[in-house]
């Protein structure tokens, strides 16, 4: 079992401020992980900061196989463009976990 952690801002990169509301970014998300076949996922509401920028930001994790990461990462790559961003992270462990 793996767990990717997948680190979004929501300031615009080129405006360097948030266009687009919490909500319709979290509705953006949740549409494209649909998408991608990713149905078991936790946001988490988070406040970062970015090149010295304060901004709102999403953090999800996802419990999943090796195989899911090529479904995550296109899920990343359309997430990145639809908030115009200019980095989304991902972080893959290997926690030690039992699903019950």
């Given at each position: 079992?793996?767990?990717?952690?997948?680190?979004?801002?929501?300031?615009?990169?080129?405006?360097?401020?948030?266009?687009?509301?919490?909500?319709?970014?979290?509705?953006?998300?949740?549409?494209?992980?649909?998408?991608?076949n990713?149905?078991?996922?936790?946001?988490?509401?988070?406040?970062?900061?970015?090149?010295?920028?304060l901004e709102?930001?999403?953090?999800?994790?996802?419990?999943?196989?090796?195989?899911?990461?090529?479904?995550?990462?296109?899920?990343?790559?359309?997430?990145?463009?639809?908030?115009?961003?200019?980095?989304?992270?991902?972080?893959?462990?290997?926690?030690?976990?039992?699903?019950?």
């Open positions: 079992m793996y767990k990717y952690s997948i680190y979004i801002g929501l300031n615009d990169k080129d405006k360097h401020k948030q266009v687009i509301k919490d909500k319709k970014a979290i509705n953006i998300i949740q549409g494209i992980m649909k998408s991608e990713i149905e078991g996922f936790t946001i988490k509401h988070n406040t970062g900061y970015w090149q010295g920028e709102n930001s999403k953090e999800l994790v996802i419990y999943d196989n090796e195989q899911a990461k090529k479904r995550i990462v296109r899920a990343i790559r359309k997430i990145k463009l639809l908030l115009n961003q200019q980095e989304v992270i991902l972080e893959i462990t290997q926690p030690k976990s039992e699903v019950f």
